[in-house]
């Protein structure tokens, strides 16, 4: 028992959930003499493991961040852990994945861990409660803005509603896709709500692009046409031609996101329950 013995508690749920979705993860242990010291794993060993064996083991390096996921960042037990949809991969990897500190022992765990267990599906904004995490299509309202701290939020609605979904500062790079987003864009949203109640994004997929911009006429001159005045129509400045239709015409213009494709967190910033593209 350790503290108030609340790892009992979870321990038996754990060994007591039917998994229908599952992931394996190999630790690796340091000795007790080693722990809250410095890790001596060698990266290099690293990055050919993640190339000999991805996709079958996964989140092992954020190569954008430079981010080796598979050591801790805390004085913890572990020396190193590795996760895989299959044990041979994992026994794999441990041949690859070279250290300079002795290893007091190895273990593998059947996980619920990258699986979107936490995920429920939501069918209207309006049903979805505090704190809980959801799968939800809905269609952004307006273009994301970013606020101090270089977080990006942005507004998405349905017939039930709206809610502020959020990109923060540690999804790096995930926040720039977010910035391709604008109005009209229909998406289908994975995340949890937060102590702000704003939906706090994982990854999303792209269902239908806002790709039509209107925009006032071009003139047979060539120019673009200005607003005449409040429903007297355009006028060119160019040429003096005018025209009485205040009417805008639809323009399709090129979109930095593809229809139909998954964009997702970094490595760095993905939640342990989060299940990566590459295992979707």
């Known amino acids: 028992k350790f503290k108030k013995g609340r790892g009992i508690i979870g321990s038996i749920a754990a060994i007591s959930l039917p998994l229908t979705d599952y992931t394996y993860e190999l630790l690796a242990y340091r000795i007790p003499e080693n722990y809250g010291t410095e890790r001596h794993i060698d990266y290099d060993s690293v990055i050919e493991m993640d190339n000999e064996t991805f996709p ?5 390096v954020d190569y954008s961040e430079k ?10 037990p572990v020396l190193y852990g590795i996760r895989s949809n299959n044990v041979e991969s994992l026994n794999r990897a441990r041949e690859i994945v070279k250290v300079n500190e002795p290893i007091e022992d190895y273990c593998i765990f059947l996980t619920n861990q990258h699986t979107d267990m936490h995920i429920q599906k939501a069918d209207k904004i309006s049903e979805m409660k505090q704190f809980g995490c959801y799968e939800i299509t809905a269609t952004v309202k307006d273009k ?9 939020f942005f507004t998405v609605f349905d017939e039930s509603g709206e809610i502020e979904c959020g990109a923060y500062e540690p999804t790096k790079n995930f926040r720039k896709t977010v910035s391709y987003l604008r109005e009209g864009d229909i998406l289908k949203l994975y995340g949890g709500i937060g102590e702000q109640n704003t939906f706090n994004i994982e990854k999303f997929q792209v269902i239908e692009l806002n790709d039509v911009e209107y925009k006032n006429p071009i003139c047979e001159c060539g120019k673009r046409m200005t607003s005449a005045g409040k429903n007297k129509g355009f006028k060119c400045k160019k040429c003096g031609k005018r025209i009485s239709s205040s009417q805008k015409v639809n323009t399709k213009i090129n979109r930095s996101l593809i229809n139909c494709q998954f964009y997702e967190t970094p490595v760095s910033a993905r939640r342990h329950l989060s299940k990566p593209l590459c295992r979707m």
Do not use: Q, S, W
């Open 56 to 60: 079958d083991t996964f989140e092992n």
């Open 67 to 76: 981010y080796i996921a598979i050591e801790p960042k805390t004085p913890c």
């Open 144 to 152: 994301p803005h970013v606020i101090g701290g270089g977080h990006m």
